[in-house]
């Protein structure tokens, strides 16, 4: 089991930007994504990254604001928010599977086989 850990979230006026930021113990060589949960809501899939890093997905609410990228050398993902939005506000969380990445799978959390313990995103108006 690969252990997450987050860090980077916060609290932010609406327009304003955050990074989140994922470690993991060790290696991770399949799929890695972001996911958040608002309160009184699902888990969502946020924006996920291929292996090679080369292939990005995201949730449509956030094209365009987020980018995901990830360093295999140094075993960490990020999240890099821009034009944050009051309803971007949730608990977001890393995840890690040991498969690949694929246009409509990466939103489904039954894919990860390791989730961080969450890091919380606050955008006020």
């Known amino acids: 089991q690969v252990e997450l850990v987050e860090s980077g979230g916060g609290s932010v006026q609406a327009g304003g930007s955050l990074t989140l930021s994922c470690a993991a113990s060790?290696?991770?060589?399949?799929?890695r994504a972001w996911f958040r949960q608002a309160p009184g809501k699902q888990r969502e899939g946020v924006a996920a990254?291929?292996?090679?890093?080369?292939?990005?997905y995201y949730h449509d609410s956030v094209k365009g604001r987020f980018t995901i990228s990830r360093d295999n050398d140094k075993n960490t993902v990020s999240l890099q928010m821009n034009s944050l939005k009051p309803e971007d506000t949730a608990t977001y969380y890393c995840?890690?599977?040991?498969?690949?990445?694929?246009?409509?799978?990466?939103?489904?959390?039954?894919?990860?086989?390791?989730w961080g313990q969450g890091t919380q995103v606050t955008v006020s108006s």
């Open positions: 995840a890690a599977s040991r498969e690949g990445c694929g246009t409509g799978i990466w939103r489904l959390s039954g894919v990860y086989n390791s």
């Open positions: 990254v291929s292996p090679g890093g080369g292939i990005t």
């Open positions: 060790t290696g991770t060589y399949g799929c």
